[in-house]
């Protein structure tokens, strides 16, 4: 039995969690804080469903994973159970706690274009935690004085496709925003991003110009699957007018889609 509330997490963890972070996958560290056993333990949970820890009670394994995978895919960040809410056949463990943390990297936005929107997008990203990488091909589009914000790397692209595709590495875990100043542009990077893993890619423009995009791509030889995730035209209809509205329309929808949320309003219809 362990009583050590300061127990330092095990290097196995540590590389899991590195290993995680490397490969942009999400994972849960679970701590127990409380009880008579193991208090101060640490687990972590990966993406593929492995437990890494050390757990002399091969049952309380078994039910400390089966609850970070259910935490994981809640999209919480941080909430503390006892064993009693989801092992009650674990009684000797009834009232211990234990403490499920995410672990993964921070948002990252990619913004391509500059201009009103894209400027908007990025300045308000960087404003909710999200790193963000703004890529144009005009200077005067990337400068410090334009993005003086920390969290925001200005990047000059001389060819969009491969600017692009050495911003999004793999692309896990990545949101990108396509809102450049023209088709070209446009096209440029939504074939860049779609040679990716990108968690979230959206297209600005009409939608009969956007489906005239989408469908030229799939005659290229993109996957249909794939070019159905795209959002386009992007964002979510809030009624928005100005470049911020824009930008917090689209900024909404890429949250929506981190998190899991349905972008419903929250409120329901009052019977009077």
């Not at 127990?32 to 394994?61: C, M, R, S, W, Y």
């Not at 334009?146 to 060819?159: G, H, Q």
């Not at 009624?239 to 911020?244: D, Q």
Request: hydrophobic share 45%; charged share 25%.
């Amino acid at each position: 039995m362990s009583s050590s509330s300061d127990r330092l997490p095990t290097t196995p963890i540590l590389e899991a969690i590195s290993r995680a972070l490397e490969e942009g996958e999400a994972a849960a560290l679970a701590t127990i804080i409380g009880g008579h056993q193991e208090v101060g333990a640490k687990f972590l949970l990966t993406h593929d469903g492995t437990l890494v820890g050390n757990l002399a009670l091969p049952e309380v394994a078994e039910a400390i994973r089966r609850q970070a995978l259910r935490f994981l895919s809640s999209n919480e960040t941080t909430r503390t159970f006892s064993f009693a809410e989801f092992a009650p056949e674990l009684s000797e463990w009834a009232n211990a706690r234990i403490l499920f943390e995410r672990v993964e990297l921070e948002p990252r936005l990619i913004v391509c274009g500059g201009g009103h929107v894209g400027a908007a997008l990025a300045h308000l990203a960087a404003l909710i935690g999200y790193r963000v990488t703004m890529i144009d091909d005009r200077a005067e589009f990337v400068t410090a004085v334009a993005f003086p914000e920390d969290t925001i790397a200005a990047v000059l692209a001389e060819s969009w496709s491969d600017t692009l595709r050495a911003e999004i590495g793999t692309g896990r875990g990545v949101s990108i925003a396509i809102v450049t100043r023209g088709h070209k542009q446009d096209e440029e990077c939504l074939r860049a991003a779609m040679a990716s893993d990108a968690a979230y890619v959206g297209l600005i423009g009409s939608k009969r110009r956007t489906t005239f995009v989408l469908q030229k791509l799939r005659e290229e030889g993109f996957a249909a699957d794939k070019l159905q995730q795209v959002r386009a035209p992007i964002g979510l209809d809030i009624g928005a007018v100005s470049p911020e509205e824009v930008a917090l329309a689209i900024l909404a929808e890429i949250v929506a889609n981190r998190r899991g949320g349905s972008a419903a309003p929250l409120s329901q219809p009052r019977q009077r």
